[in-house]
């Protein structure tokens, strides 16, 4: 707020220093006469975690949070993710025009030998300001600044109550055995943020006036209204989605009338709201075509299926997960939801992709040379599974010393979240379970326990974003296509318990799918239609 503030103050002594209120003066024509201003406010479809990058206390990934304590977007974060958009939708390349176009609005720092050698270093600001993204209270209007009621105690506001304490999801990362990775540090945890929750932030471009400036800027609002792109990390884990719930804008022409006088843009723009808190005057509301959705299946469960990790209130030890969510449309705001998490489907996904990827390429473990490497290869350093859902290897041996590119890749498939909202004929089942020595075949004492997954309900709606099929290996596709098709026919399960026989779903194989993966009609199973 500061800076903003700074920088309207800087203008404003500029139009008095020059002399523009005596007509006796002449001004000189500013270079970048025009302004491009717009207000954006954003609701996460699924939950958020931009790390703050201090780990240990409560979590091992907390969130980034602002002065309030309320969690926050930077603005370096939206302008990092903003500038690789906008060079998808220009479809740029290195050395195109597009990079230039690109270059010019957010700025650029070339060293010596990127600038060709023999040239000094070349670099240049961005003309793109963009402010942090503020959280919205109950009222739906952002909070910019401390929330305080009368008595000076924190105002009682669920949403922003919701936002001050944020749920932590826990991981462990599985090996090929489908078990926990203890030897590879697979167990950790990270804080998110609930989704539904609103946030806000303003983008303020400056221009001489030429075309190029106005296409760029109008591309970027179209993938802003559009949320074609996914905000702070683990998003190929399903977090980080969002759709536009507001965006309006306005262009100021700062050029001088011809009598000398300052034009009526001059006075708006000096007297633009430094608080986002405050809604500005005379903007409009940005328009644009709808985009186009992702890939989006339904599962019909054939049974009880539980995500487990969650809280029971009648005292079972497994439950279902659980997540807080914000609807605004609803009496009760805060809201809990029953949890579905996109790496709950990514894993079972990719170990079944590993399974056919090496069926398809003939790699079999009794044919493997080498137990130690050609195995290893198989089944953790699985080609298919690396290019599709990405990889990280840090706790190699000499890892540090190797490419960051042979080190770590960004997968290409991501599954999003799902919510279901916790409805009162929604059903659950109580299973007790003992376990038996195998020796005598009478109970231990202390191993009693019971679980209580929830029986069939609603089908739940599985959303992916697939890259394009001419950026994948055919065999890859297939192996993934296949997996899938496991997943629509009831041959692998989601979630705990799977060799107890929870988990198990069914559902229609889309044509786009089929298509995609290249593989050949398949005669699924109809689906199981969800009954109490």
């Known amino acids: ?105 957010f700025g650029f720092q070339r060293t010596r030998k990127q600038s060709g050698g023999g040239s000094a270093p070349d670099g240049r600001g961005s003309r793109l300001s963009i402010s942090w993204a503020v959280i919205h209270d109950a009222k739906n209007g952002p909070v910019d600044g401390p929330v305080e009621d009368r008595q000076g105690k924190p105002a009682s506001d669920p949403v922003l109550q919701s936002a001050a304490s944020l749920p932590i999801r826990d991981h462990v990362r599985m090996n090929h055995r489908r078990t926990a990775d203890r030897e590879g540090n697979g167990k950790f945890d990270e804080e998110v943020v609930q989704a539904g929750h609103r946030f806000t932030f303003e983008i303020e ?197 190797k490419d960051p590119a042979d080190r770590q890749q960004r997968g290409k498939i991501a599954i999003d979240d799902y919510l279901v909202r916790l409805a009162k004929g929604d059903q659950q089942v109580l299973f007790n379970h003992v376990t038996i020595d195998r020796f005598t075949n009478a109970t231990f004492g202390a191993a009693l326990f019971n679980e209580r997954p929830r029986w069939r309900g609603p089908k739940l709606v599985l959303r992916l974003n697939l890259p394009p099929a001419d950026d994948l290996d055919a065999t890859m596709r297939r192996a993934f296509g296949w997996a899938m098709r496991d997943l629509l026919e009831g041959r692998l399960a989601l979630g705990a318990a799977s060799s107890r026989g929870l988990g198990f779903f069914t559902g229609e194989e889309p044509a786009a799918l089929r298509e995609w993966s290249g593989l050949p009609q398949s005669t699924t199973r109809p689906i199981v239609e969800a009954s109490p």
């Open 205 to 401: 471009l400056i221009s001489a006036g030429s075309t190029s400036d106005a296409e760029s800027w109008t591309l970027l609002l179209d993938a802003i209204k559009g949320g074609g792109f996914r905000l702070g990390g683990r998003t190929f884990r399903g977090i980080g989605r969002f759709k536009c719930c507001g965006l309006i804008q306005r262009r100021f022409d700062l050029t001088r009338a011809k009598d000398g006088k300052a034009s009526a843009d001059w006075k708006d723009y000096l007297e633009l709201p430094v608080s986002l808190a405050v809604t500005p005057k005379g903007f409009a509301e940005h328009k644009t075509e709808t985009p186009a959705e992702d890939l989006v299946i339904e599962l019909g469960p054939d049974g009880p299926w539980m995500i487990g990790g969650g809280d029971d209130s009648g005292g079972a030890d497994q439950a279902p997960l659980t997540e807080e969510r914000i609807v605004w449309d609803a009496k009760d705001q805060v809201q809990t939801c029953w949890l579905v998490p996109g790496s709950a489907i990514k894993g079972p996904l990719a170990h079944r992709t590993a399974f056919h990827y090496n069926r398809l390429c003939r790699g079999f473990a009794d044919k493997t040379e080498s137990s130690d490497t050609e195995f290893d290869e198989l089944a953790n350093k699985n080609r298919a599974v690396r290019e599709l859902f990405g990889f990280a290897d840090p706790t190699e041996p000499g890892a540090a010393k």
């Open 1 to 105: 707020t500061l800076r903003w503030r700074l920088g309207r103050f800087i203008i404003w002594l500029a139009y008095y220093a020059n002399g523009l209120h005596r007509k006796d003066v002449p001004m000189a024509e500013p270079v970048y006469s025009l302004r491009y201003v717009a207000r954006c406010s954003v609701e996460l479809e699924t939950a958020l975690h931009i790390g703050c990058g201090a780990g240990g206390g409560e979590t091992d990934a907390p969130v980034v949070r602002d002065a309030h304590s309320y969690p926050a977007i930077p603005g370096s974060t939206l302008a990092g993710i903003l500038r690789d958009l906008l060079l998808t939708r220009l479809k740029a390349g290195p050395g195109t025009d597009a990079t230039l176009m690109v270059d010019e609005l």
